[in-house]
């Protein structure tokens, strides 16, 4: 087998307890890497538009990459793709933390679950033997509490990837969660949903004794070594004060969101809720995942006081503007306790504060009362009721479970306009920026491909951040319009990379560039693979992406942004009166990609990136 790999994928049927083993030829590997890669590929392959998300036919794909369990800094992130039960279309999450490595050194390279369990269970994988094991006794336990069990239970050396009771109970915006209290999340898309419709509480590692082979070890750690000091440099702040740093930057430049995305500023509470001011109250100590030189996690603490007790992973940018600003809560307590209570539940902290805001807003229009939201005070600035929400959110009790169901869910149960700023891009809910203060995040939110998502980084690249072996030497203005279709399918390509090959996207920040992932897979497998062949793999990967959801009957008409993002001004602050003019990127976009003017890949383009057998699920020829 190549290097980096094992060669061994676990396929589990839940519902007739059948486990084996399923091998893919080099050259697919070579094509697809790893990670969303591959199981896109996987996942393509075997689901489609018929595909009931939470039903037994769906895969949870949980795929390692040939970085993990090697030298590489940040290796080991996961990747977990299915079908999307908040969309109904491409799902994928990617996490750090240790079990990536974890489940990589018992000799596998991914899991694929397919069926139903009968009752509540867990998978527990060792060096010997893989085993569906009584789960009984852990349902309805929170994540932290789970994992503190599942150490007494099998061992402290123990690693699981979990689901909270919101996964259990199937709301639409649970995700997985590992490392306990140092709460690293698979938020986005609901697939802790999923994980919780196959009645699979948890997926256990025991960390094994295993490695795989490195073709050119010195030649990897002599790379590494080399840019160590610039990645440690580079992203000192970061270490610091962790992501939630950036909260005061971003308000400041218009890219935070406010008050359900209708708010301007919130320049006092940016400061409250910042990471300094973190640093200076309730952070005890910070952590990091796998082989990480960043440590951007937070530990923080709080003992006294109406949001007492807290104790574990702290506030990060995306929760800090979820909990935060969009809810106008400037309590940072507030914020922490929602934080964890995220965690806990097993909820995406960025759909659970949109929808969170969302609910503020439908009760000032008067479209709901105090008396849908079981006697909760749901207003502005009320971290206590934001906090209370939660639960029921969690728990999915009486209006919870129909936040639960995520904003573009709710909008319409709720009706009588409420969808008009029901903030979502294909029903996944954004993250916490705003594309009125960058043009390019606009477009990233209306083509990506499981929906509202930031991850393609774009938005660095109009800040102060420079790539310039992607073709970007200086950093392109924020409200700049041409150009910015080649710098989001660019970057869409380039993460989809790292992805795959299940590294931290923050690297970028320290220096890495796209000869260092050439390098390094090369040192790793043995392949003489090359920058430009790289480039064309992540283009492949979208690409396969973007053909699943053309299965599932997304095209042009769907590659938009809500009311609220595309038709209202902000009207003080750092992107003052701007809108985003998507149509001009869009064709700018489409044009650079190779597809057409209604958003769909070319058979010319497909042929080129050797997907000729997606060709038959064009709509029509193209």
């Not at 106008?328 to 914020?335: F, H, R, S």
């Not at 759909?351 to 439908?362: D, L, Q, T």
Request: include cysteine.
């Amino acid at each position: 087998m190549v290097g980096g790999y094992f060669g061994k994928f676990l396929r589990v049927n839940l519902t007739d307890k059948k486990i084996d083993l399923i091998e893919f030829t080099e050259n697919t590997l070579r094509q697809y890497l790893g990670g969303t890669g591959l199981g896109a590929r996987v996942l393509y392959d075997h689901t489609g538009s018929p595909t009931d998300p939470l039903g037994p036919e769906n895969l949870l794909i949980v795929m390692s990459s040939p970085f993990a369990a090697t030298p590489i800094p940040t290796s080991g992130r996961i990747d977990v793709v299915a079908k999307s039960p908040l969309t109904g279309i491409w799902g994928e999450a990617e996490c750090g933390g240790y079990w990536g490595s974890g489940f990589k050194q018992t000799g596998y390279d991914g899991i694929i679950l397919k069926g139903k369990c009968n009752s509540p269970s867990y998978v527990l994988i060792t060096d010997e033997k893989v085993e569906i094991k009584d789960a009984r006794h852990l349902w309805g336990l929170d994540t932290y509490e789970l994992d503190e069990r599942l150490k007494k239970e099998i061992s402290p050396k123990m690693r699981a990837l979990v689901i909270g009771p919101a996964g259990e109970k199937m709301a639409r915006i649970a995700g997985l969660f590992t490392d306990g209290m140092h709460g690293r999340a698979v938020g986005r898309a609901g697939l802790g949903a999923v994980m919780g419709s196959k009645n699979i509480k948890a997926l256990v590692v025991l960390e094994g004794s295993k490695r795989p082979t490195l073709v050119n070890r010195e030649k990897l750690l002599e790379s590494i070594k080399k840019i160590t000091p610039d990645l440690v440099q580079k992203t000192e702040k970061r270490k610091k004060y962790g992501t939630l740093a950036s909260i005061p930057f971003c308000e400041e430049t218009g890219d935070l969101p406010i008050k359900n995305w209708a708010g301007d500023r919130f320049k006092e509470g940016a400061l409250k809720i910042s990471g300094e001011r973190m640093t200076e109250t309730i952070l005890v100590n910070t952590y990091h995942c796998n082989n990480c030189p960043m440590s951007c996690g937070r530990v923080v603490k709080i003992d006294q006081g109406e949001y007492a007790p807290v104790y574990g992973s702290g506030p990060e940018y995306e929760t800090g503007g979820s909990f935060g600003s969009m809810c106008l809560v400037d309590d940072l307590e507030a914020v922490a306790k929602a934080h964890e209570l995220a965690n806990r539940y097993g909820l995406d902290g960025i759909s659970a504060g949109n929808a969170i805001a969302f609910a503020m807003e439908a009760l000032e229009k008067g479209l709901i009362t105090k008396k849908d939201l079981d006697g909760i005070e749901l207003t502005w600035g009320n971290g206590r009721a934001m906090v209370e929400m939660l639960h029921k959110i969690g728990q999915r009790e009486g209006f919870g479970w129909i936040l639960g169901e995520g904003v573009k869910r709710a909008a319409r149960q709720i009706g009588k306009g409420a969808e008009e700023f029901a903030v979502e891009v294909k029903g996944l809910e954004p993250p916490m920026h705003d594309p009125r203060a960058l043009a390019s995040v606009g477009l990233a939110y209306a083509t990506h491909p499981r929906g509202a998502c930031h991850t393609a980084m774009s938005q660095a690249l109009e800040v102060k951040m420079a790539l310039p072996d992607m073709g970007y030497p200086n950093p392109l203005p924020p409200f700049q319009v041409e150009g910015k279709g080649v710098l989001v399918a660019t970057m869409q390509d380039y993460i989809a990379l790292f992805n795959s090959l299940g590294i931290c996207r923050f690297m970028l920040f320290g220096g890495l560039t796209i000869n260092h992932l050439a390098e390094w897979l090369q040192n790793v497998t043995g392949w003489d693979i090359t920058v430009e062949e790289l480039k064309k793999t992540g283009e492949r990967l979208t690409n396969l992406k973007r053909m699943y959801n053309v299965r599932c009957g997304i095209s042009r008409k769907d590659d938009t942004l809500p009311p609220r993002l595309l038709s209202h001004r902000r009207k003080e602050g750092g992107a003052v009166n701007y809108l985003p003019r998507l149509g001009e990127m869009l064709n700018e976009y489409y044009e650079y990609r190779g597809w057409s003017e209604e958003g769909y890949p070319t058979r010319k383009k497909l042929k080129e990136l050797g997907l000729t057998d997606e060709i038959k699920d064009l709509p029509y020829p193209t």
